[in-house]
């Protein structure tokens, strides 16, 4: 599959990012990949919504729109000619019903991507005593089911990926997730028409299955392989924290992972 989209891209509105991630510096190295529709997507939590954490409190919604400003210069308006650049965000999701943005601000965005997983953020995303794969596990299900039922989510992000625990263990987890219950999950995720992203870490070469560029891992490909014979639509995120992730090839490693899943069924923004 070619890939020409990118929804997930941070520039360095976002806390996280590099410096270099400049929104110029995103559209030229993601130009030079062929990449035709380019989304912006920094993290954000809406003022209006209670319950910032400290790191989220200043990444709210001027901020996160301020990024059309730098989008007007002559220099992104020149490297911008003949793309579609999208402005969107990446929220965070605590459980229940508390998401970071309002449907209000959420109106101003050409699209919201929603994280089930942030679960390096312990005390706040994740309860800081759940570390055993089945705990985590029932909740990283609970989320998923979650967002869905929120119906604001344009595509779920890094879907069924620990962070914030050992490198193993998302792998860990997915092992434990039966075919049944992805199917569940991804039912819903076409029903709320919410695509699953395919996202840049996800298609990351797994050290723990194998050395060669082209290997991924088993887990991933079930559960991406799953989730189309669902019927879900797909959302491509490289989730580019600077311009040289995506200069060291990410869509390429991206368009392997699709071809590995038999997915050719891309969102169109
Ligand atoms: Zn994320
Ligand atoms: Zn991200």
């Known amino acids: 599959m070619h890939i020409t989209s990118d929804i997930h891209l941070h520039s360095n509105l976002s806390a996280c990012a590099k410096p270099e991630s400049t929104p110029a510096a995103l ?3 993601c130009r030079d990949q062929g990449i035709r529709t380019i989304g912006f997507s920094d993290h954000l ?12 409190q200043p990444q709210d919604v001027d901020h ?15 490297l911008s000619r003949g ?21 209000d601000a959420a109106s101003l965005f050409d699209f919201v991507l929603i994280p089930p997983d942030h679960f390096h953020m312990k005390n706040y995303v994740f309860p800081a005593d759940v570390t055993d794969p089945d705990g985590i ?16 989510a344009t595509a779920v992000v890094h879907p069924f990926h620990a962070m914030g625990f050992t490198p193993e263990m998302p792998y860990t987890v997915q092992s434990r ?4 219950e992805y199917c569940e999950c991804f039912i819903a995720a076409k029903q709320a028409r919410c695509a699953i992203e395919l996202n840049g870490c996800a298609a990351r070469r797994d050290e723990t299955h194998g050395s060669g ?16 014979e669902c019927g879900c639509t797909f959302s491509i995120g490289s989730d580019a924290h600077s311009p040289e992730s995506i200069i060291g090839g990410v869509h390429k490693r991206l368009e392997r992972f699709a071809d590995a899943c038999g997915i050719t069924d891309i969102l169109q923004l």
């Open 27 to 29: 559209l030229k190295a």
């Open 45 to 56: 939590w809406d003022k209006a919504v209670p319950g910032a954490s400290k790191w989220y």
């Open 64 to 78: 996160v729109l301020s990024i059309k400003k730098a989008l007007a210069s002559d220099e992104c308006q020149e």
């Open 83 to 103: 793309l579609k650049i999208l402005v969107g965000c990446e929220t965070e999701f605590l459980g229940g019903k508390q998401v970071g943005i309002s449907r």
């Open 137 to 152: 596990k029932t909740i990283m299900i609970r989320r998923f089911m979650e967002i869905m039922a929120l119906d604001l």
């Open 177 to 180: 997730i039966s075919d049944n």
């Open 213 to 228: 560029d082209d290997q991924f891992s088993p887990e991933y490909i079930r559960m991406m392989t799953i989730a189309r």
